[in-house]
């Protein structure tokens, strides 16, 4: 028998298996440039089933769909010229748009959360591109985590937290971007931004005209109601480590981890010390968070006290991770 889960190397011959194991119901954990993605064949309402049992997510927040392209997506979505245009200007690349589900999609409706509507992104990454060309059939994959923890970056981090759920992890290195896609609900007049991510709300903008966002930038909307299904993304508490987070830290105590930006000499003290980007850079810090976060995430230490992030270009999506992650636990956690 072979050992659970098998952790390879993308190579053409570990992509053909992992296409073959999704055909047989199977759940394949597969990098992309966000996030390690756990995926299944989304047509397949068992294996969209023990997607939400292994990460331990509620039914009702719903899963984003991945496709090969634009072509593929249109099988699953009902692109109007506006989706259309995203889709060229944005795709493939980390960003998530959310449409009226087709009667006719080829997905199974617990991937929508029994809602009409339905996210669908095209990935980048090349592994992930040759995953869904190896399967030609949209999988349904959320982050590879536990519900409301901490996303993972490296094959590493999804064996830890998934382990035996998952049959193979495509192991191909850590993530470039490091943070969760952009979602941009489009069933709204204006689109609504759901979730901020490397995709700024600007470069959406220059394609299509105004969206509804927080005026400071590309912060989603709050949700009306908190526990809505149509707004899962929104909820306080995710992406959230076992130890308190302390956020815009100016000093750090003895027994807390400091999570540094920047110069951080001036902070003296402190348990231990990781920076996410000694130099400032926000997009080495967004590809840094959550390794680090795991990395700090140790009950050697009380808390991780977080220096102030800037609130422009990635950092709005970095700030929007931390504000969750540090936000009290309720009793309904997203994934
Ligand atoms: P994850 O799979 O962990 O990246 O999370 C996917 C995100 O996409 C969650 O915040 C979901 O709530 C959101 N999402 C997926 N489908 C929809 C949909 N039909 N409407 C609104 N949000 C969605
Ligand atoms: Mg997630």
């Not at 634009?70 to 995203?86: G, Y």
């Not at 030609?136 to 382990?163: C, E, F, Q, Y």
Request: hydrophobic residues 45%.
């Amino acid at each position: 028998m072979i050992a659970r889960p098998e952790i390879l190397p993308p190579s053409a011959a570990a992509i053909a298996r992992a296409a073959e194991l999704l055909r047989a119901g199977e759940l394949v954990a597969f990098p992309t440039e966000t996030v390690y993605g756990l995926g299944a064949d989304a047509a397949n309402q068992d294996a969209v089933e023990s997607v939400f049992a292994a990460k331990g997510r509620p039914q009702f927040n719903p899963l984003i769909v991945h496709v090969a392209d634009l072509e593929m997506a249109e099988q699953v979505a009902v692109f109007d010229d506006r989706a259309r245009t995203l889709g060229h200007g944005l795709w493939a690349g980390p960003f998530t748009v959310v449409l009226p589900r087709r009667d006719d999609a080829p997905v199974s409706p617990l991937v929508s959360a029994g809602l009409d509507t339905v996210a669908v992104r095209v990935p980048g990454h090349q592994v992930a591109q040759g995953l869904l060309r190896a399967f030609d059939r949209p999988i349904a994959a959320p982050s590879a985590n536990r519900s409301g923890g901490v996303s993972p970056t490296t094959p590493i981090h999804v064996a830890k937290d998934l382990g035996e759920r998952v049959a193979m992890i495509l192991a191909g290195g850590r993530c470039q971007v490091g943070l969760e896609s952009t979602i941009l609900d489009m069933t709204t007049d204006p689109p609504r931004l759901l979730r901020p991510g490397r995709v700024g709300r600007r470069e959406i903008e220059g394609l299509i005209g105004p969206i509804a966002a927080p005026e400071d930038g590309d912060a989603a909307a709050p949700a009306a109601d908190p526990t809505a299904p149509n707004a899962p993304g929104q909820l306080a508490s995710h992406y959230a480590p076992r130890l308190p987070v302390r956020l815009n830290a100016v000093t750090v105590g003895p027994t807390e981890a400091l999570l540094a930006f920047g110069p951080d000499r001036y902070i003296r003290g402190g348990a231990t010390r990781l920076n996410l980007s000694p130099e400032g850079d926000l997009h080495e810090a967004a590809a840094n968070l959550y390794a680090m976060i795991h990395r700090l995430d140790d009950p050697a230490y009380t808390a991780i006290a977080v220096m102030p992030i800037p609130e422009r270009s990635i950092g709005f999506a970095i700030n929007d991770r931390l504000r969750r992650a540090a936000a009290p636990r309720g009793a309904v956690r997203p994934s």
